[in-house]
């Protein structure tokens, strides 16, 4: 599979097991992860959790490739988290797809973020503005009453 990801012209950094893959994580970024439901120590299911519980990785697309009659497992898999369940036996054409919708609805996501804390940004500039604009405007209006009261009395 490595290597049809790979001959796709994805960069594919292999774990053997969940928890090397979650250390993976840590020393280098990755746009989406793809693991088996069914692993030892650590479960499809346990580490979609683990992705889904850490701040930093938490927006990372997670696939899971399950047998053809895990139902129950796919439940569990979404339930924990999981962006989309691919079963066995699949054309790697259509995970190949899958892979690149979860990547576009990924950066989609990002873009959107970046989107909003500029607009947040802007926000707070334009309040910041009006602030001013406003006690400019109360100096101003105090000034005048100062001026008519100075100029009313003569």
């Known amino acids: ?3 049809r990801l790979n001959e796709a ?5 292999a774990a053997e097991s969940a928890e090397k893959g979650v250390a993976e ?6 746009d989406l992860v793809l693991a088996e439901l069914q692993m030892p120590v650590m479960s499809g299911v346990e580490l ?3 992705i889904r519980d850490d701040s930093g990785f938490r927006d990372i697309p997670v696939i899971l490739i399950t047998g053809r009659s895990d139902a129950t497992g796919a439940i569990r898999a979404f339930e924990a988290g999981a962006d989309d369940i691919v079963a066995k036996p ?5 995970l190949l797809a899958r ?3 979860q990547l576009a609805r990924a950066r989609a996501v990002r873009q959107l973020r970046a989107d909003n804390a500029t607009l947040d940004a802007r926000v707070v500039t334009r309040a910041i503005e009006l602030g001013e604009a406003r006690a400019a405007l109360q100096q101003s209006e ?7 009261g100075l100029f009313g009395r003569a």
């Open 25 to 30: 994580l840590h020393r280098q970024p990755a």
């Open 142 to 148: 105090t000034e005048r009453r100062r001026l008519t």
């Open 90 to 94: 699949f054309h790697n054409e259509v």
């Open 1 to 3: 599979m490595a290597r």
């Open 48 to 50: 979609t959790r683990l």
């Open 99 to 101: 892979i690149a919708r």
């Open 9 to 13: 012209g994805y960069r594919v950094i």
